[in-house]
């Protein structure tokens, strides 16, 4: 249960006391940032595999549902983590849980291309 709970609760809403079910609920918001959240995060998975570097070119031959799903099993191991912390110091959502959600994506899969792939095909 624990697991799950890592997945699945990222500190959306931590300080409503408010709770009940429905369309309307603390914990149907909550759900709906949760998912919101994971989608802008593969969103930006996926957007730095179709963008090449160093020149800002879109590689539209790497869009395929191999990409995005990859992109959504990376993100959810390490997004949660992410969002929890910025959750704590900003309760209420905005644009700043988009912004990070999209550029922690796009910025874990360049830094794991650019420096850690590299480094581990010299090492091993």
């Known amino acids: 249960m624990r697991i799950l709970r890592y997945f699945t609760d990222l500190g959306f809403l931590w300080t409503e006391t408010k709770y009940g079910t429905g369309p309307g609920s603390v914990q149907s918001k909550r759900t709906q940032l949760t998912i919101a959240a994971y989608v802008f995060f593969s969103l930006g998975l996926f957007g ?22 990859a992109s959504f099993v990376i993100g959810s191991a390490v997004f ?36 850690l792939a590299p480094l581990l095909r010299k090492l091993f």
């Open 80 to 115: 949660p983590l992410v969002m929890n912390r910025l959750n704590k110091a900003r309760p209420r959502p905005s644009f700043e849980h988009v912004l990070t959600a999209f550029s922690m994506g796009f910025f874990v899969d360049l830094s794991n291309e650019k420096l």
């Open 48 to 69: 730095r595999q179709i963008t090449a570097f160093p020149k800002v070119i879109m590689a539209f031959e790497n869009i395929s549902w191999s990409v995005a799903i």
